[in-house]
């Protein structure tokens, strides 16, 4: 009986030990906020990207535009469509 390992709770300083289960602990309380803390950002006025938002809508009607009427082959493709 004298070979028995000690259990690892009184090795281990992280694993609690019966006697501590019993204390409880506060939750965490919440932070207070001021609404002198509080700031509000400024509203951003996103017309400035009109321009580039059309550009980007030209750039993908042209790629469409290039998919439907002028479809990519390879040679491959191109060699079984011949034949």
Request: net charge negative; charged share 35%; glycine share 4%.
């Amino acid at each position: 009986m004298e070979d028995q390992k000690p259990s690892s709770s009184e090795f281990d300083p992280l694993i609690k030990k019966e006697e501590n289960v019993e204390e409880k602990k506060e939750p965490p309380q919440e932070p207070e906020f001021d609404d002198e803390h509080i700031t509000k950002r400024p509203e951003i006025d996103y017309r400035f990207l009109d321009g580039l938002r059309g550009c980007g809508a030209f750039a993908v009607y042209l790629n469409h535009f290039m998919y439907t009427f002028y479809p990519y082959y390879s040679k491959v493709e191109m060699e079984d469509e011949s034949m």
